[in-house]
């Protein structure tokens, strides 16, 4: 099944409080996105209740808006592939895209993951993007405190910045300041009372990483460049590099390898698009701690722009331990590829 065919799974955090639940009532309520499966974490604080008119099972409810409910009691992959079945049999509405609801202090990755290292349900889904709210008025303070609040945020692909109508300008672009610097890759975007485009929620995070290459996200000479660099008590900071020359699948097989094998949880986040030798075509690359995503391919390589590019979100890791890691991408053993 291709990429476009598979059901997009979105994972939607934020530290306790943040505006979660707000932001998923509203989104339920669009008919555009009247066929979207949730399911919550059973430790969630979301509050649905007044939505929920028909039980069509234990742990599946049909809300108003025709959305299904889903509370997490079980493992995630149970639960996704019941509900594909279910839908496949008619016994649940059809669905095209499912969000997963966490509670306030949970790892987003291990949820990605299940997803992600799981092939029977990476057949039938697709990870789309981990959407992480944050408040306004708490959240410097929650992310100076709590780890868990910092890396729902180094983990993000889209940083929904809530409540921003109770805090002045100068604090919003203040806590805006401090998500760039911790996660730079991510899409930073404002929220009052859960009003948002709901597409923010599913990005095409191949093509968003493409786009960002294009905008010049990802500029840079010399081998590598800095991006903005955050220390916080912890020791997450965010690295970029320019390689300038196509990489072989070898190359890129070994230093993905390299990085689960020595960097392990120390490597928060990964985000690389790199212009394959002998095939003129540029494949994106996806990572979250210890798990990367299958390479995807994006197409053939403008033929103004032959460099490769990658950015790691760190903890904990030395600079230099990382930089001699590139090295690795020079690797031309011929394989079969992904």
Known sequence: MSSSSRIPVTVLTGFLGSG????????????????????????????????????????????????????????LRE???????????GKVPPFTRVIVETSGLADPAPVVNAVVSDPLLRAEYRFSAIVTTVDAMQGPCQMERYSEARRQVTLADVLMLTKTDLVTTADKNGVSEQLRELNPLAKLATSVRGDIDPDLLFPD??????????????????GYSALRAARHTDSVWARSFVIEHPVHWSGL??????????????????????????????????????FFHPPE???KQPSHDTVSRLVCIVRNLDEAELTQSIKLLNKEKATNGF
Do not use: Y
């Open 20 to 75: 979660k639940t707000t932001l998923l009532n509203r989104v339920l309520q669009s008919p555009k996105w009247s066929d979207t499966a949730v399911i919550v974490n059973e430790l969630g604080e979301i509050a649905l209740d007044h939505l929920l008119i028909e039980s069509s099972s234990d742990n599946v409810q049909v809300l108003s808006s025709g959305c299904l409910c889903c509370t997490l009691q079980g493992d």
């Open 297 to 299: 391919r994006l197409g």
């Open 79 to 89: 639960m996704l592939a019941d509900l594909f079945v279910r839908r496949m049999n």
């Open 253 to 290: 097989a070994a230093w993905m390898a390299f990085a689960v094998e020595n960097f392990g949880d120390r490597l928060l986040r990964v985000k690389g698009i790199f212009t394959i030798a002998d095939e003129r075509s540029l494949v994106a690359i996806h990572g979250i701690g210890r």
């Open 205 to 222: 995070s191949a093509r968003e990483l493409q786009r960002g290459v294009e905008s010049g996200l990802f500029s840079g000479v010399g």
